[in-house]
């Protein structure tokens, strides 16, 4: 059993690398293409988000793992693969419950980690990178890696989930982590800066927390931030890019 768990939390630690490294990988291929230059100059510093984001899957995996044997094994868990187990609409109602749990999750964790003494312990690893780039999607300390690996694995206990709204859910959580720190926006001009963006964040959001740190702590939405007087508004990196 305890072999079983060991296999299972190193399969997924793997996958967790594998797809930082892919994700982060095409995304700093789109970087090079669509704002060549960019990352001139911080080539020591990408190699410590590396070095940070691996050990990161590495954490990741742990509790993933001991979940997924668990479901395999025990029956653990709320995940279905039964599409007709509940309605249909449930299966968009599932994402969007597990990503604003998500977010609820990172924003208070994180506002946390501003405090002065969890932020010199954990966070400033995160914020080292100046500015951050597309490879600093999981650079944290082992610490904060370890407050967003369980917030999954536990919300499969509570809140029911299809396995492929589960996939949808990791698949936004990675994209977005990725392009939120990549120094550019993907998104239109229409989506970000109309009532859409009002409410989402996207990489000019999050890149004003990297340039100002105490505001705009939010994962997904920016809910939380206008509820408590956090949100300072989008970014603009558009001269910064090009010069
Ligand atoms: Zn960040
Ligand atoms: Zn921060």
Known sequence: MVAAIFWSALAMSAIVGVRYLLASGGFALATRVRQPGLYRGLERQMRREIGWSLLSALIYGIPAGIVAWGW??????????????????????????????????????????????????????????????????????????????????????????????????????????VSNHMGWEMFPRWMVRGPLGGWLITATHHQRHHDLYACNYGLYFRVWDRLCGTDRGLGDFTAKARA
Not at 76 to 103: E, G, K, M, Q
Not at 149 to 154: G, L, R, T
């Open 72 to 177: 395999q094994a025990r029956g653990w868990t709320r995940i279905y693969t039964d599409v007709a187990a509940f309605p249909i609409w449930y299966l968009p109602v599932s994402v969007l419950l597990y990503l604003a749990a998500h977010d609820t999750w990172f924003y208070w964790t994180h506002r946390w980690m501003h405090r002065p003494k969890p932020f010199r312990i954990a966070h400033a690893v995160h914020h080292a990178s100046r500015p951050p780039t597309a490879w600093a999607a999981m650079s944290f300390h082992p610490w904060e890696a370890l407050t967003g690996a369980v917030v999954i694995p536990a919300l499969v206990f509570i809140i029911p989930i299809h396995v492929g709204a589960l996939a949808a859910v990791l698949t936004i959580m990675t994209i977005m982590g």
